[in-house]
């Protein structure tokens, strides 16, 4: 049952991201000029990297076991999943297989990022920060690449 919820838990956390970002945009419109400003950019990467964050902390209340690797790249999965299905909802076709695998894994090295400083927190409280920063960082990075 855990690697299904995992699963459920990664898209629920894309989804919702994708909904915050909506939101924003809406309320914060900018005018596009060619490229993404820059705060856009960041903004985009911290709304995906703080609901990976927020999704992975409560599928840890909500299970009886331990989030072990293999359910945080479950939870990845999921939220690579929910992302191209959105893509493909959104585009005319499906990017480019080597597109698609940069995206898969840009969000499950995020996922790593932010479960691996999760597990850090007993030793250190302040893992959970230093990874989602460290998150947001490599995210904002690929995408001022493209």
């Known amino acids: 049952m855990m690697p299904i919820l995992a699963l459920?838990?990664?898209?629920?956390?894309?989804?919702?991201?994708l909904l915050l970002q909506?939101?924003?945009?809406?309320?914060?419109?900018?005018a596009p000029t060619g490229a993404t400003p820059l705060p856009v950019i960041i903004g985009a990467a911290a709304i995906e990297e703080w609901?990976?964050?927020?999704?992975?902390?409560?599928?840890?209340?909500?299970s009886v076991e331990t989030i072990t690797i293999s359910h945080a790249i479950l939870f990845?999965?999921?939220?690579?999943?929910?992302?191209?299905?959105?893509?493909?909802?959104?585009?005319?076709?499906?990017?480019?297989?080597?597109v698609l695998g940069s995206?898969?894994?840009?969000?499950?090295?995020?996922?790593?990022i932010i479960y691996t400083a999760l597990r850090l927190k007993e030793s250190f409280p302040l893992a959970w920060l230093f990874g989602l920063l460290a998150a947001i960082l490599l995210h904002t990075l690929y995408n001022s690449s493209l």
């Open 8 to 17: 459920i838990f990664g898209f629920l956390a894309a989804s919702g991201a």
């Open 22 to 30: 909506v939101l924003v945009s809406i309320f914060i419109p900018f």
């Open 51 to 62: 609901a990976k964050l927020v999704f992975l902390i409560q599928l840890g209340r909500r």
């Open 76 to 98: 990845g999965i999921g939220f690579v999943i929910a992302e191209i299905a959105l893509l493909s909802l959104s585009a005319h076709a499906l990017p480019a297989l080597p």
């Open 103 to 112: 995206i898969a894994g840009i969000q499950l090295m995020g996922t790593l």
